[in-house]
């Protein structure tokens, strides 16, 4: 009997053990923000992590079965991976059956000495090289792993550290790259059940890599504390929100639903001051004329 490449397996889950958990917020996203319609040509962007890799290979199961006429285009950006971390990466795109377009750039080499927001510097940075080599490719959209974790932590760290009440877009047409926009289809995905996936397929994938990871991973092994770079990067303030929502949801299970319907109602008559289209208004502007 013909044994089945794993790719299969891995591809069958999505679309059986995780219909519920996966499949059906991946599809509902679409729909809902209308992220996907005929004609286009979206840019996958992989970083090699289990995100990108889920999506990508949502993505492939949609085309497949969706009568929605688009294109797909897989590109993994190298800003600067050691070997060993670009290899598990096409190690991956092989075992999952995803073929990926590798093209370089000197990101991690820009960004090394920086020492305030090097991750934000680095996140703007790929987005543009993401951005570029998509319309390169012919694409009208890119698609990142954003999933639902990340958006309710968005929310909160707005809030928190921000002093504002914003959250990450469904979609988002590009500011510097006419024409170009950007979706992300994990919008509903919750991050657990991307955790369950994997580790249900016994994947392993690629962590936060740069050298500003590495070098923190160093520091802290040569000082006996454990933890991967993953979790040192992120031991910030989205790890605050992440432990934050964690200990809320003891309390309450719809708390994350409920910081997610917060962007969602918000009411105008009941706020101090809101900004629209770059125009920022307070309250007291028409408090006597109403």
């Known amino acids: 009997m013909k044994q089945e490449a794993p790719h299969v397996n891995i591809e069958r889950s999505i679309i059986k053990q995780f219909r519920r958990e996966i499949w059906r917020p991946f599809v509902k996203g679409l729909q809902d923000y209308e992220m996907i319609k005929d004609g286009d040509k979206v840019a996958v962007c992989i970083s090699g992590g289990k995100d990108s ?26 800003p600067g991976y050691n070997p060993d971390n670009r290899k598990l990466i096409e190690d991956n795109a092989a075992l999952m059956n995803i073929p990926v377009r590798i093209f370089d750039s000197d990101i991690f080499d820009i960004v090394v000495d920086v020492e305030q927001s090097p991750c934000y510097l680095c996140a703007r940075m790929r987005r543009g090289y993401l951005y570029a080599h998509a319309r390169e490719l012919g694409c009208n959209k890119i698609a990142l792993g954003h999933h639902f974790d990340d958006v309710i932590e968005t929310i909160l760290m707005g809030i928190l550290y921000g002093g504002q009440i914003n959250t990450m877009m469904p979609k988002l047409h590009s500011t510097n790259f006419q024409g170009m926009e950007l ?20 994947l392993h994938f690629l962590q936060c890599a740069c050298r500003f990871t590495e070098r923190i991973a160093k520091e802290q092994a040569a000082r006996g504390m454990a933890g991967e770079a993953a979790d040192i990067v992120h031991t910030s303030k989205r790890q605050e929100m992440k432990e934050l929502i964690r200990s809320l949801r003891k309390t309450s299970p ?12 918000i009411n105008l008559d009941a706020c101090l001051g809101y900004v629209k289209d770059g125009v920022r208004r307070h309250f007291m502007d028409e408090y006597d004329e109403r």
């Open 254 to 265: 719809f708390i994350d639903a409920n910081i997610m319907k917060s962007v969602e109602n």
């Open 183 to 202: 979706i992300r289809p994990l919008y509903y995905v919750k991050e657990e059940d991307i955790l369950a996936w994997k580790d249900y397929n016994g």
């Open 53 to 78: 890799m889920l999506l990508a290979k949502c993505l492939q199961q949609l085309k497949r079965q969706s009568q929605t006429d688009f294109e797909l285009e897989f590109i993994v950006m190298d």
